[in-house]
């Protein structure tokens, strides 16, 4: 299996101001994604990180609000951009190795405090 | 209604008995499904993997699925006070996308 490191580990913020989450996989991977779960609640999908083109967003969120790169094949940053409380969720991001149906791995996640 | 249905629970079980998960899905495009484990403070552990109907085991897990119901079961044997966890379904068809259930929230008594 994939080794996911994220950072930071968690964070806390003002409103109003952002922060970038970064992503690293051991392992070169097919597919990257962004999920979040907020308090007390399941795994929602953000967006499909694509690398080397614009990542593909889910109902419900945008990409002005949530600004995703993956610059290669190991690497993406997902940001959480102007925070309000309401943001405040852990955010993990998780890997494809390889065709379609492989296991997902994920990442220990970034839990986030939006003051 | 949400795609995939999971009984948040809690669960609580005695040291050594067998803890009985479930989830019920309405996307009959749903292909692959999946059980994680989830510690607190940590992310998604992945416990169990299938895409077919029927039976699959893992030492003490067993994964149940039944496409024809949209129904899949995860057991576990001879419970361990570190198998407390909150146990995830997931599902996706053709697309990686993960759908996931609330989450079961088992705790096991020594």
């Known amino acids: 299996s994939a080794v996911i490191s994220q950072k930071p580990s968690r964070d806390i913020c003002q409103r109003g101001t952002s922060l970038t989450i970064q992503c690293q996989v051991d392992s070169q991977v097919t597919m990257m994604f962004w999920y979040r779960q907020q308090p007390g609640q399941s795994l929602t999908l953000i967006a499909t990180a694509n690398q080397g083109s614009e990542a593909t967003y889910e109902s419900g969120f945008v990409i002005d609000k949530f600004p995703i790169s993956r610059p290669n094949l190991t690497f993406s940053t997902l940001t959480v951009s102007n925070m309000s409380p309401e943001d405040s969720s852990i955010y993990l991001c998780?890997?494809?190795?390889?065709?379609?149906?492989?296991?997902?791995?994920f990442g220990p996640g970034t839990r986030l405090l939006v003051l | 209604q949400k795609e995939v249905e999971q009984d948040p629970g809690p669960l609580s079980v005695p040291e050594g008995a067998i803890v009985s998960l479930n989830c019920t899905y309405s996307n009959s495009a749903f292909q692959y499904f999946m059980w994680y484990r989830q510690y607190s403070r940590k992310g998604p552990e992945l416990l169990m993997y299938t895409y077919s109907s029927g039976n699959k085991e893992d030492g003490r897990f067993t994964a149940q699925v039944d496409k024809s119901s949209k129904y899949i079961s995860l057991f576990i044997r001879d419970s361990q006070p570190s198998d407390s966890a909150t146990y995830l379904c997931a599902m996706s068809a053709n697309d990686y996308k993960l759908s996931f259930g609330a989450g079961t929230t088992v705790t096991v008594r020594a």
């Open positions: 998780s890997v494809v190795g390889g065709m379609v149906g492989e296991t997902q791995y």
